[in-house]
């Protein structure tokens, strides 16, 4: 075996917190082999990496759609992408214990997504942003999403803070008051954009509780254009009757779960027994 292919297996075994938290921390680390090239041949290398982040100015996002995805892979230092991913990965651990990957990626970028707008449409409304039109990256917008819609799934769900034991729901309070008071204080653009994030995993986790997934429709999109990348040699046939019962099997599978969640939002994730919380964390590896 090649040692592409024993990277690429090591990859795949990771869940999609830290697949994340690896791709972020490569997005990290290619720039500054890129400014030494770019510093070799004479070549404005800020003007390159502004390419992939998210301007403040409408006229500048309709130019460069993408940014509004590209940004969050993007830190402008050690200290931001330190806390950022270490954030995610705590964040994750109670996030994948109840739900699955694919709505982890539904809240994560919805919340990219939502923080980047809030960033755009607060810059173009607020008069104390007149004229200005600054460039923001970072996954903070995301890590906000999911921790949010943690905190607010599982309010009265306890971590160990130093010497005390927190619930979620305070922490998700403590951290929403913080960027709403840090807003007159210095990037101002970016503390929107975690409360727009913050915003996404709340409203995610109150209509999920309500029984409407609203990451359905972005869940669709998301895997259409996955699989434009997806050969079709990797595509296999499944004969009828297994495919029943597979269906079958995931509905019943499906029913244990709603009823767990149910039970969490009732009674807290520690009334659970130790079955049931085996049945979710399996379930979220999925």
């Known amino acids: 075996m090649s040692r592409i292919d024993t990277l690429r297996q090591r990859f795949s075994q990771f869940n999609i917190a830290e697949k994340l938290i690896l791709i972020n921390v490569v997005c990290f680390v290619i720039p500054f082999f890129l400014r030494s090239i770019f510093f070799l041949f004479d070549l404005p290398a800020q003007s390159f990496l502004s390419f992939f982040e998210l301007s403040a100015s409408i006229v500048d996002y309709i130019y460069q759609p993408w940014s509004l995805f590209t940004y969050g892979f993007l830190h402008d230092s050690i200290g931001h992408i330190f806390w950022n991913m270490l954030l995610l990965y705590y964040t994750s651990q109670f996030f ?6 694919q709505r982890f990626i539904n809240v994560y970028f919805m919340g990219i997504l939502l923080g980047g707008l809030v960033f755009i449409l607060s810059y173009a409304v607020f008069p104390a942003f007149k004229n200005q039109s600054p460039q ?10 999911v921790l949010i819609f943690s905190c607010t799934y599982m309010p009265t769900q ?13 922490i998700g309070i ?33 209509q999920l509780q309500n029984g409407k997934d609203i990451g359905s429709g972005f869940e669709r999109l998301w895997k259409w254009l996955a699989a434009l990348f997806t050969a079709q040699s990797n595509m296999k046939t499944v004969h009828s009757t297994p495919r029943r019962d597979s269906k079958r099997s995931m509905q019943c599978d499906q029913e244990k779960i709603d009823r767990i969640l149910d039970k969490i939002s009732a009674s ?9 919380k085996e049945l ?7």
């Open 158 to 170: 306890e971590v160990r803070l130093l010497f005390f034991n927190v619930k979620l729901m305070y």
């Open 268 to 276: 807290g994730y520690d009334s659970l027994t130790k079955e049931e």
């Open 174 to 206: 403590a951290l929403v008051i913080v960027d709403v008071l840090q807003i007159p204080t210095g990037n101002a653009g970016g503390h929107l954009a975690h409360i727009g994030g913050a915003a996404l995993g709340y409203i995610y986790a109150q």
């Open 96 to 101: 994948l214990n109840l739900f699955s990957t």
């Open 136 to 145: 923001m990256v970072g996954a903070s917008a995301g890590v906000m999403a």
């Open 280 to 286: 979710l964390f399996n379930a979220g590896k999925k």
